[in-house]
């Protein structure tokens, strides 16, 4: 039999042929949009629909403002906390001292909760 291609006689990217068989595009408004290292971004937009405030920098990621001037400032990354960081949020030195004398004498004892 054939080689069992679907999509016989067409090429990859064949679309439509133009605007007739698309309909009219609808009209366009370009917004520049300014990040925190001055990287512009112009998307455009339907010129009916409402323009957001930022939009992200596709360069760096950073969001975007349309103010030149005074672009948003880049958001403040968290470090990175392991769990005895967030551990130690929780207890206090004298309670993890307490559960540390409280699961070795368990072991002593030989009466592990495991």
Not at 24 to 44: G, I, L, Q
Not at 71 to 94: G, I, Q
């Amino acid at each position: 039999m054939g080689s069992g291609n679907a999509i016989r006689g067409s090429r990859v990217g064949a679309g439509p042929m133009g605007e007739a068989e698309r309909g009219e595009a609808a009209p366009r408004v370009r917004v520049s949009f300014w990040c925190a290292n001055m990287h512009e971004t112009r998307p455009s937009f339907a010129s009916d629909a409402a323009v957001p405030e930022n939009w992200d920098c596709p360069r760096c990621g950073l969001p975007a403002g349309q103010d030149e001037s005074a672009p948003p400032a880049p958001p403040k990354n968290e470090p990175y906390k392991t769990h005895l960081a967030y551990v130690k949020e929780r207890r206090s030195d004298k309670d993890g001292k307490a559960i540390l004398e409280e699961a070795l004498e368990r072991l002593r004892n030989n009466k592990s909760p495991w």
